[in-house]
């Protein structure tokens, strides 16, 4: 199982952290990806790292603002999301997967493990 945490409600500029912890399960072997869905809208990609050690990709929106990182001995992944603004105002989610291909690395259907949502609130 996956745990999300980590969101709250702060203004324009601020940071948050987000973590991902994952129970019965060694994180170091998964694909572990960050999406965020908002209300009416479809869910969106952030972030995924494919591997412990290996490239990471972001969405183009968050790139150079949001950093994905692991701390494999904490069988947790963080997301660390700087320079908020209100359209990053959404729930966001951890997924996992142990058989994710390159090509699929931003697609949500190739998740097989998804955390509940951590709600994040960016007031202007």
């Known amino acids: 199982q996956l745990q999300a945490s980590g969101g709250g409600m702060v203004q324009a500029g601020a940071s948050l952290r987000l973590s991902c912890t994952a129970s019965?399960?060694?994180?170091?072997?998964?694909?572990v990806a960050w999406f965020r869905q908002a209300p009416g809208k479809e869910r969106e990609f952030v972030g995924a790292n494919r591997r412990s050690g290996q490239n990471i990709y972001y969405a183009d929106s968050v790139k150079g603002r949001f950093t994905i990182s692991r701390d494999n001995a904490k069988n947790t992944v963080y997301l660390q999301m700087n320079t908020l603004k209100p359209e990053d105002t959404a729930a966001y989610y951890c997924a996992a997967s142990s058989t994710l291909i390159l090509s699929r690395v931003r697609e949500s259907e190739a998740y097989a493990y998804w955390g509940q949502g951590t709600q994040v609130t960016v007031s202007s």
């Open positions: 019965g399960r060694t994180f170091g072997n998964y694909a």
